[in-house]
């Protein structure tokens, strides 16, 4: 490992040159990680360590930047912990792939083909991206191989399935079941990649189902809600947030969603989150004092952590919700199983009952999605770019900040946008840009003028102690304006950031009175 330069920034990081071959660069501070830069210019972080036995051992912790320096210290650190108390990770991932590769051979019908593939899955080696999929990806595909794979193909031999048995498979699904084009090409894609799992391991020739998994074309969604219609699930949300009375009647014109679920989707339509961000939801994401909800990597779709700002009427549902249950540590637990969250699938179920019983055509959750970036894009003046940071797409533009503090650079801006929906939702006076006349990130913008009022916010909250808080305060209201250039904030957040962390409260005041 190289030893001529030791790497203590983010920026260091950056500024590593690809060259002819492969090479290696320590990282300061912490034994054994390094920085591995390929010829092609991508980094990633490596942890060489010894086994209990003496064998030496390399660990692949992640590319660079979808880790960060901080993430890769704090995993390293982890992973020294384990290795200390005779683990060795390394070792274990290697079983397990053996263990994939085993299975793998074992089986000749599909279900046992479909079972080896979601093992192998599990650890990267089932082809494709050759990535580990989500657990929440082998539950879904698991549950479409149950519904209308496993009963007319899971039993049979796979290497004698031929194309014309897909052909009548898929054809069944359309003019039989009555399927639509999206529900047949999701079955479609399992059993495609279920007997191109085969083809990898040299088990089939060819896959049957190339070319058959889509029959039919499809359409781009899009449908929305109009205000109407929002109107009508909003309060039918709101009515079912309502505990049952004793003696309720609950059968025909009385029947109503229970109140966990009116809550869900309650937050689901304010926050504009995906149906299973909220079903999952862990008390702990919420930081109800910053008014902040942060979905973590793990479980957010885009794979990177989503920061959403919680308004008054957000706060006002959490609420509600944490009462419901105070012992789980889920926002929504499951009403047949305490220690499971709400199922995301009903979710979409019970805005499909309130579609009916409402007489209003049947949506989905997604569409409340869709209505609610049309609305802020279209009548409030929200860019496209901030409307994306809402809904928690992957940002391609923008100026490049430290990543600590950039997942809340545009904080405001999303704020702002939430304010205006939530007001457009509830039919509330919130909505501030159609009653100031302009552009949501023109109001949420910071004229220079207030520049001193970001600072004496920062001052403030590091009065209190909080001096994280005061450097990442500061960064927001800075990073934002055009005329600061993203190298120098770079340079100035990574100073405060140390600082904090070193719990210097002097210096971090010289820090914040400094900026001009």
């Known amino acids: 490992m190289g030893t001529s330069i030791q790497l203590a920034t983010d920026r260091q990081i950056a500024a590593l040159k690809p060259a002819a071959k492969a090479y290696e660069k320590k990282v300061s501070g912490t034994r054994g990680?390094?920085?591995?830069?390929?010829?092609?210019?991508?980094?990633?972080?490596?942890?060489?360590?010894?086994?209990?036995?003496?064998?030496?051992r390399r660990l692949v912790l992640g590319l660079y930047p979808g880790l960060s320096l901080a993430e890769a210290k704090a995993k390293a650190a982890t992973m020294r912990v384990a290795v200390h108390e005779g683990l060795d990770p390394v070792g274990e991932r290697t079983a397990a792939r053996d263990r994939a590769l085993e299975e793998a051979k074992a089986g000749d019908t599909l279900d046992q083909l479909a079972e080896a593939y979601w093992s192998a899955a599990e650890v990267g080696l089932h082809g494709g991206r050759r990535k580990p999929?989500?657990?929440?990806?082998?539950?879904n595909e698991r549950s479409v191989w149950k519904n209308h794979i496993q009963r007319p193909l899971g039993g049979r031999e796979f290497a004698e399935i031929r194309r014309a048995d897909v052909k009548a498979f898929m054809r069944n699904l359309i003019t039989e079941k009555r399927l639509s084009a999206a529900s047949v090409a999701s079955i479609g894609g399992v059993l495609h990649a279920v007997l191109g799992f085969g083809v990898l391991e040299e088990r089939l020739e060819s896959n049957v189902a190339a070319g058959l998994a889509r029959p039919l074309a499809l359409t781009s969604r899009e449908r929305m809600f109009d205000d109407a219609a929002l109107q009508v699930l909003w309060q039918a949300a709101v009515e079912a947030s309502t505990p049952r009375t004793p003696g309720e009647k609950t059968a025909g014109v009385h029947a109503r969603l229970e109140p966990v679920m009116g809550l869900a989707i309650q937050?689901?339509?304010?926050?504009?989150?995906?149906?299973?961000?909220?079903?999952?939801?862990?008390?702990?994401?919420?930081?109800?004092?910053?008014?902040?909800?942060?979905?973590?990597?793990?479980?957010?779709?885009?794979?990177?952590?989503?920061?959403?700002?919680?308004?008054?009427?957000?706060?006002t549902v959490l609420e509600e919700a944490f009462a419901l249950d105070p012992k789980s540590p889920f926002v929504f637990p499951s009403g047949r199983a305490p220690d499971q969250h709400l199922d995301p699938h009903a979710i979409t179920r019970a805005f499909a009952r309130t579609c009916a019983r409402r007489k209003i055509a049947v949506g989905?959750?997604?569409?409340?999605?869709?209505?609610?970036?049309?609305?802020?894009?279209?009548?409030?003046?929200?860019?496209?770019?901030?409307?994306?940071?809402?809904?928690?797409?992957?940002?391609?533009?923008g100026a490049a900040v430290t990543g600590v503090y950039d997942r809340h650079t545009y904080l405001p801006e999303k704020r702002s946008a939430l304010a205006a929906w939530a007001g457009h939702l509830t039919g509330s006076t919130a909505a501030a840009a159609e009653k100031g006349g302009g552009s949501l990130d023109t109001l949420a913008a910071t004229p220079a003028s207030e520049i001193e009022t970001a600072k004496a916010r920062?001052?403030?909250?590091?009065?209190?102690?909080?001096?994280?808080?005061?450097?990442?305060?500061?960064?927001?209201?800075?990073?934002?304006?055009?005329?600061?250039?993203?190298?120098?904030?770079?340079?100035?957040?990574?100073?405060?950031?140390?600082?904090?962390?070193?719990g210097q409260k002097v210096e971090i005041e010289r820090w914040i009175r400094g900026f001009r």
Request: hydrophobic share 40%.
């Open 458 to 502: 920062a001052l403030r909250l590091v009065a209190e102690g909080d001096l994280h808080h005061a450097v990442v305060s500061l960064c927001m209201d800075m990073a934002r304006r055009p005329e600061v250039a993203s190298s120098h904030m770079d340079i100035l957040a990574k100073a405060g950031l140390d600082l904090a962390r070193g």
């Open 364 to 397: 989905s959750p997604h569409d409340v999605r869709r209505s609610g970036a049309t609305t802020l894009t279209g009548r409030y003046g929200v860019t496209r770019f901030v409307v994306g940071l809402v809904l928690g797409h992957t940002a391609n533009e």
């Open 267 to 315: 937050l689901l339509m304010l926050t504009l989150t995906r149906r299973n961000e909220v079903a999952g939801a862990l008390k702990t994401e919420f930081d109800l004092a910053a008014k902040v909800w942060i979905i973590p990597s793990t479980r957010a779709k885009a794979k990177h952590q989503h920061v959403v700002p919680l308004g008054p009427d957000c706060l």
């Open 133 to 139: 999929k989500r657990a929440v990806t082998i539950q």
């Open 33 to 56: 990680l390094g920085v591995r830069v390929f010829p092609s210019s991508s980094k990633q972080f490596e942890l060489r360590y010894l086994t209990e036995s003496g064998t030496r």
